[in-house]
């Protein structure tokens, strides 16, 4: 049963979603709770890869192969290690949030957008287990089409800017991972990852150019400094749920391509690119803090923080040893926490004002008292305050690259600084200061935003506390892609 474990739940969300476009479309409670359902069933089916993953065993658990195009040798291959274990359960976590965050947000196509939603969440469950290289571009590409629709269809006033840029933006850098896949593929005769990666033979110059055009897909995705403008016109446009998942799970796309196929299919370029890589990393920690901090839109000033968060998990791949790497895939999972807590409590507000303007706030916390306890505990998650989650994995980045390189650690860590000063203000803003007599009307949070908030609230405190449980599954992964590269060669410049 193992063997289909992960078939089965890739392919739970698009069964559900067949199922809700045939269900009638004045039936919006029943498409709703039907949604619900199906989510919470793939949530229940994949946390038994939880607890039937082996600690320590080195290579992919859960694998299933299946001829696919058996004349052209390729053939469906998925199979999960420590790199991709909590992103598929973040994934499916998030995904149930999203559409119990959208219960009352979408009232008009309801029927398409929840079968969109449990489309999306079955390309990125199959972006995140694909072990062949034709089969990871289709989830990749297949993950782009939703999330589109649903921020040009459901989003706001520049919907359809903000839904045409981000297609642009991510459809070019998948373009050349394509034509990269296909060079490939026509050398190797396999476009199978394992195969791949044991018999690869490439000249340095190739893997250089080979690894530069699957990064660049990457960077677009995660997305690095300067290839981040279409971030903050897709979240300030998405409906919160799109915001949740496009910053929970999608951004880690990229960051999870780089460990998965970039680093392993061309170690030898990774010195290369490194020094670049890794500089581009510090801008965008730099660079989203302070935009951030001049933000008047709360949702904007998530977009450009993600930007400085995603540029640390970018610093952690790139910082040169098994530490970093391994901060940096338990920070995807905090980042994906604590950030989709962000979106989903301003969307609590913005459900009720109609507005996501600090000058529109102010003094909420007399009103609304649970939501300023909760809103506080995800800034400091996103903070990274000591017994939360973001703490760990910011702190074993840093850690990891002040070995090699002191100078990134040291502009790591004020980019921390920057990030406690933004958001810290953007708490002062929101629930301090004079009250606005127009929140007068505000309700505090109901029984279903509560029920959302708490099962975040948990897992920061779990990570924080408990940070051994995450890493003792994700190290051996991260152990052996760091002894690929010690073995392609030392990094330059490190």
């Keep these: 049963m193992q063997a289909y474990l992960l078939s089965v739940l890739i392919f739970i969300p698009a069964l559900g979603a067949i199922l809700v476009m045939l269900t009638p479309r004045h039936r919006q409670d029943l498409i709703k709770w039907l949604a619900l359902v199906i989510t919470l069933l793939a949530l229940a089916v994949s946390w038994p890869l939880y607890f039937n993953f082996a600690d320590n065993v080195v290579g ?41 965050s959208s219960w009352t947000a979408i009232a008009e196509r309801v029927k398409e957008y929840y079968a969109l ?35 040009g269809i459901w989003g706001g006033q520049r919907r359809i800017y903000a839904s045409v840029k981000f297609i642009i933006y991510t459809m070019s850098g998948s373009a050349l991972m394509l034509a990269a896949a296909l ?24 893997q250089v150019w080979l690894f530069f055009t699957f990064a660049l897909a990457f960077a677009v ?66 660079y989203g803090a302070m935009v951030a901090l001049a933000q008047e839109d709360a949702k904007s000033l998530v977009a450009y923080s993600s930007v400085a968060h995603m540029g640390f998990i970018v610093l952690g791949i790139f910082s040169g040893g098994q530490q970093g790497l391994s901060g940096a895939v338990l920070q995807m999972v905090n980042h994906g926490l604590s ?40 800034v400091f998650s996103s903070v990274g305050l000591p017994g939360l989650n973001g703490f760990v994995g910011e702190f074993v980045i840093l850690l990891g690259t002040f070995k090699v390189n002191w100078v990134a650690a040291a502009f790591g860590t004020f980019g921390i600084v920057l990030a406690a000063w933004y958001l810290l203000t953007a708490a002062r803003k929101l629930l301090y200061g004079p009250f606005n007599p127009a929140n007068d009307g505000l309700r505090d949070m109901n029984g279903r935003e509560m029920l959302i908030a708490v099962s975040l609230v948990v897992f ?25 590269l010690k073995a392609a060669s030392t990094l330059a410049g490190w």
């Design 60 to 100: 992919y658990q859960f694998e299933h192969v299946l001829p696919w195009i058996p004349a052209l040798n390729i053939n469906y291959h998925v199979g999960l290690d420590g790199l991709s274990l909590f992103l598929v359960l973040l994934t499916t976590f998030l995904s149930a949030v999203a559409i119990l």
């Design 117 to 151: 939603m449990l489309l999306l969440e079955t390309a990125m469950l199959g972006v995140f287990v694909s072990l062949d290289l034709f089969l990871f571009y289709i989830f990749w590409e297949a993950s782009l089409i939703p999330m589109a629709l649903l921020v």
């Design 183 to 206: 060079v490939l593929y026509f050398r190797e005769g396999t476009s199978d990852l394992p195969a791949l990666v044991a018999g690869l033979n490439l000249p340095e110059s190739w």
């Design 221 to 286: 995705k995660v997305p690095l400094f300067p290839f981040h403008t279409w971030l903050p016109a897709a979240h300030v446009e998405a409906p919160t749920a799109g915001s949740i998942i496009l910053a929970g799970v999608l951004l880690k796309m990229g960051a999870y391509g780089f460990m998965r196929f970039a680093i392993p299919l061309f170690p030898a370029a990774v010195p290369f690119w490194t020094p670049w890589l890794a500089t581009l990393a510090v801008i965008s920690i730099l």
């Design 339 to 378: 950030t989709g807590m962000l979106f989903f409590m301003i969307g609590v507000l913005y459900e009720q004002r109609h507005t996501r303007l600090f000058k529109d706030y102010g003094g909420i916390w007399v009103k609304v008292p649970v939501f300023g306890v909760f809103f506080l505990l995800a």
């Design 460 to 484: 920061f405190f779990v990570i924080g506390l408990f940070p051994h449980i995450f890493f003792g599954k994700i190290n051996p992964a991260t152990a052996r892609l760091d002894t690929l």
